[in-house]
């Protein structure tokens, strides 16, 4: 088994920064990716930035140029610096893991409890 443990989420004011992180522990033996997806009320759950192990990035169209993606691959830990945040950015962000538990086992993703951020003045 996998946990993954979220932090930094909160209430900020439009145009302020928000930082997330993602602490994955337990049966890991490597990670593909790390990622950042969030859900806004009454819509889907949307890609919002991702990165490989090798350090490959992929931002959605909304976030570029705002959010950066950063992970320390020692600490198995992913970050979400957010900047520039608008109350449109105002969801449950997920962090999600998609990684191998052990060799030869195939991969499988992981979903953090989420937590909320809200933009507003």
């Known amino acids: 088994q996998v946990q993954l443990v979220e932090s930094g989420g909160g209430l900020v004011q439009p145009g302020g920064s928000l930082r997330l992180s993602c602490a994955a522990s337990?049966?890991?033996?490597?990670?593909?990716?790390m990622a950042w997806y969030r859900q806004a009320p009454g819509k889907q759950r949307e890609l919002v930035a991702r990165?490989?192990?090798?350090?490959?990035?992929n931002y959605a169209d909304s976030v570029k140029g705002r959010f950066t993606i950063s992970a320390d691959n020692a600490k198995n830990t992913v970050y979400l610096q957010m900047n520039s945040l608008k109350p449109e950015d105002t969801a449950v962000y997920y962090c999600?893991?998609?990684?191998?538990?052990?060799?030869?086992?195939?991969?499988?993703?992981?979903w953090g409890q989420g937590t909320q951020v809200t933009v507003s003045s």
């Open positions: 337990g049966s890991i033996f490597s990670i593909n990716a």
């Open positions: 999600n893991v998609d990684l191998h538990e052990y060799a030869d086992y195939d991969a499988v993703w992981y």
């Open positions: 990165i490989t192990s090798g350090g490959i990035t």
